[in-house]
């Protein structure tokens, strides 16, 4: 079975940073596309960051210029860089895989709150 181990949310005051992290283990194929999702408060889930495994990153508006997406292929991790957090960053973070068979797979997911 495939595991997305996700690690660095928390709280953090507005203008601030925060790095989340995401392990894959157990595939059987390789791992293409890796990235993140967030869900706010009433909102829909949403893009936040995709990787390929040649290192195309898209990114959804609300962060372009802020974050950072990037990976390590040979661990099979993906990063999330944040910076100037504002409060509409508030939500739970999903980390999301896919391999090379197109299958996906989703983190249990990881709360930034961003509050003064």
């Known amino acids: 079975q495939v595991q997305l181990v996700e690690s660095g949310g928390g709280l953090v005051q507005p203008g601030g940073s925060l790095t989340l992290s995401c392990a894959a283990s157990?595939?059987?194929?390789?791992?293409?596309?890796m990235g993140w999702y967030h869900e706010a408060p009433g909102k829909q889930r949403e893009l936040v960051a995709l990787?390929?495994?040649?290192?195309?990153?898209n990114y959804g508006d609300s962060v372009k210029g802020r974050f950072t997406v990037s990976r390590d292929n040979a661990k099979d991790t993906v990063y999330l860089q944040m910076n100037s957090l504002n409060a509409e960053d508030t939500a739970v973070y999903y980390c999301?895989?896919?391999?090379?068979?197109?299958?996906?797979?989703w983190g249990r997911g990881t709360q930034v709150t961003v509050s003064s």
């Open positions: 999301y895989v896919e391999d090379s068979s197109r299958r996906a797979y």
């Open positions: 157990g595939s059987r194929l390789r791992i293409n596309d």
């Open positions: 990787i390929t495994r040649g290192g195309w990153t």
